[in-house]
């Protein structure tokens, strides 16, 4: 079975420009998570999606947006890039919220120049 | 708010050498606690787990146990190997039913040399 597949693996993008991320979850998981790892730190959490609603946010700006998708794969998006928006996306899937294990994709890591 | 607490590393041992990892945190409610290891170049692989105070959660020859008492979440092996390298993030989830919303410490690099 395949696990968690992001895309792309490596993006370079100018100041002020808008990105999107993938997440493909693992056939048979309805939610999905969204995680910023900044170098040298652990993940943050960004948002939370199950069932196609959004379940929770992280204490992220509003340019941080996010969508599921009836297949339940995701879509990160980021509006007006930073240079502080370079990090590690992680988006992680699981079979449903609450105590269920979440499975890590390889992550996208976003360079912003 | 919630926040986890990890010892400072890198941390360097000798093949066969007994590790401790120190985790504390501060949490509303019950949480349940995690270890996660990211190896070179992947993405975060759950190590173990414990939801409920005194539960021990073990894998690989990891264990640790989840303390109320001392809010800790302390892990250890007993004998490291070269492949056990790797950075070790301790987490905890407190957002109850219908979320799953991990809080993560900044991860502690482990390395063990033969």
């Known amino acids: 079975d395949a696990g968690v597949t992001q895309s792309p693996t490596h993006l370079i993008k100018t100041r002020g420009q808008h990105v999107t991320l993938r997440c493909s979850p693992i056939?048979?998981?309805?939610?999905v998570s969204w995680y910023q790892q900044v170098l040298g730190q652990g993940p943050q959490f960004i948002f939370q999606?199950?069932?196609?609603?959004?379940?929770g946010r992280g204490n992220f700006p509003d340019r941080f947006s996010a969508r599921q998708f009836p297949n339940y794969s995701s879509e990160l998006n980021v509006n007006a890039l930073l240079l502080g928006d370079s990090a590690l996306y992680l988006c992680?899937?699981?079979?449903?919220?609450?105590?269920?294990?979440?499975?890590f994709g390889q992550g996208t890591r976003l360079t912003v120049v | 708010g919630n926040s986890v607490t990890q010892m400072e590393g890198p941390v360097t041992l000798s093949e066969e050498a007994f590790l401790t990892i120190n985790c504390t945190y501060t949490?509303?409610?019950?949480?349940?606690l995690f270890w996660y290891v990211q190896y070179p170049g992947e993405g975060l692989q759950l190590l173990l787990k414990?939801?409920?105070?005194?539960d021990k959660g073990s894998n690989k020859g990891f264990e640790a146990t989840y303390r109320k008492e001392t809010t800790s979440f302390h892990l250890e092996k007993g004998s490291v190997q070269v492949s056990d390298s790797a950075v070790y993030f301790c987490?905890?989830?407190?957002?109850?039913?219908?979320?799953?919303?991990?809080?993560f410490g900044k991860g502690t690099k482990l390395s063990v040399i033969p």
């Open positions: 949490a509303t409610g019950y949480p349940s």
């Open positions: 414990a939801t409920k105070a005194d």
């Open positions: 987490a905890l989830d407190s957002s109850g039913a219908g979320s799953y919303q991990l809080t």
């Open positions: 992680a899937s699981s079979w449903a919220t609450g105590n269920t294990e979440a499975f």
């Open positions: 999606y199950y069932e196609k609603e959004e379940r």
């Open positions: 056939s048979g998981h309805k939610s």
